[in-house]
């Protein structure tokens, strides 16, 4: 009795993954025969692309320990501090170029703040998040049309503000991947990094088969035995 019980529920089982498994594919192929949503504004997409970078850089000057601020893998680079506020920097530098204003605070002259400026993680931390905010600000006060503006660029030359704004873009790209090496030179794992675990853990293979085995009822080792949880481990 006992035996034919847990064949039953086995049975209930491998239906309800089949339901599911079926469920999720006819959901997919659904999605995939649909016709792509229209491209958003262009300005709404520099600012998704301003935010996504700005906040990655936000997040790791938030994160990452004050006693390592000073920190920097060779000799003759930026320490961690010193590339936030560089890239954070130039972002200035190009926002008051393109909105002809003088936006954000007094950082001396160029793109290379001084830490006797900025001395604790807190100054720091809050120049880049201001950077980001009046950045953003910006290109959606202008719009589409403020893409299509020129205004003064490097070289003494007149360029295309959609181009100014991915030039930044691509800037702050690059000390973001400066930074991932500093993270990692400390053991340490990039906050960005981190998210992304945490949402493949979240939706992995041992989560979905785990959430079915106890709407079964069913203990994994009781009824699988160990060999399962091994290959599931």
């Known amino acids: 009795m006992k035996q034919s019980s847990k064949q039953s529920g086995l049975a209930l089982f491998a239906v309800t993954l089949l339901f599911i498994v079926g469920t999720s ?16 504004s262009r300005s709404d997409e520099m600012l998704d692309a301003w935010n996504a970078i700005g906040n990655k850089l936000i997040a790791m000057a938030e994160d990452f320990p004050e006693d390592k601020y000073d920190f920097k893998v060779q000799k003759d680079e930026r320490t961690f501090a010193q590339n936030l506020l560089h890239a954070a920097a130039l972002d200035f530098v190009i926002i008051r170029r393109v909105s002809g204003s003088n936006l954000g605070p007094d950082f001396g002259e160029g793109d290379n703040p001084s830490r ?17 905010a009046d950045g953003a600000k910006v290109i959606q ?4 049309a403020g893409l299509d503006k020129t205004s003064k660029f490097f ?14 873009i691509e800037h702050s790209g690059e000390h973001y991947g400066q930074l991932v090496v500093y993270y990692r030179a400390n053991n ?32 994994r080792q009781t009824s699988f035995g160990s060999d399962a949880v091994n290959a599931e481990n």
């Open 25 to 40: 594919f006819y959901g997919l192929a659904q999605t995939q025969t649909q016709p792509p949503s229209p491209a958003r």
């Open 116 to 132: 006797d400026v900025f001395k604790t993680k807190a100054d720091v931390v809050k120049f880049v998040q201001e950077a980001v």
């Open 141 to 144: 006060q202008q719009g589409d």
């Open 155 to 168: 070289g003494n030359r007149l360029a295309h503000n959609s181009y100014i704004w991915t030039f930044a």
């Open 188 to 219: 340490l794992v990039p906050p960005d990094s981190r998210r992304n675990q945490a949402q493949q853990s979240q939706h992995g293979h041992g989560m979905f088969f785990e959430g079915l085995l106890s709407i079964q009822g069913f203990d």
